[in-house]
């Protein structure tokens, strides 16, 4: 009467096999879960890995850092627009 094929009702044996669909709806809101977590820790980790481009203008930074690559303005000349930038 209290029994089944798989076991004893009500502890996950019943009818659906291992649990069911609630196993199934618990697996989604995990990874739910851990979807969102991912996605916050991306973003906060996008914001701090460059300050250079919170402070200033992106576009000026890569223009003095292009100048500085090629050659047109020394380390000196570099490091004082670099400050003035970010200021």
Not at 9 to 20: A, P
């Amino acid at each position: 009467m209290f029994c089944n094929r798989f076991g004893v009702e009500g502890y996950g044996f019943s009818g659906y096999g291992y649990g069911g669909p609630h196993i199934i709806m618990m697996i989604g809101v995990i990874l739910i879960l851990l979807a969102i977590v991912y996605f916050i820790y991306k973003a906060n980790q996008n914001k701090s890995s460059n300050i250079a481009y919170e402070k200033g203008s992106p576009r000026a930074i890569e223009i003095l850092n292009d100048r500085f690559a090629s050659g047109e303005i020394n380390e000196e000349e570099y490091k004082a627009k670099k400050n003035q930038i970010l200021k």
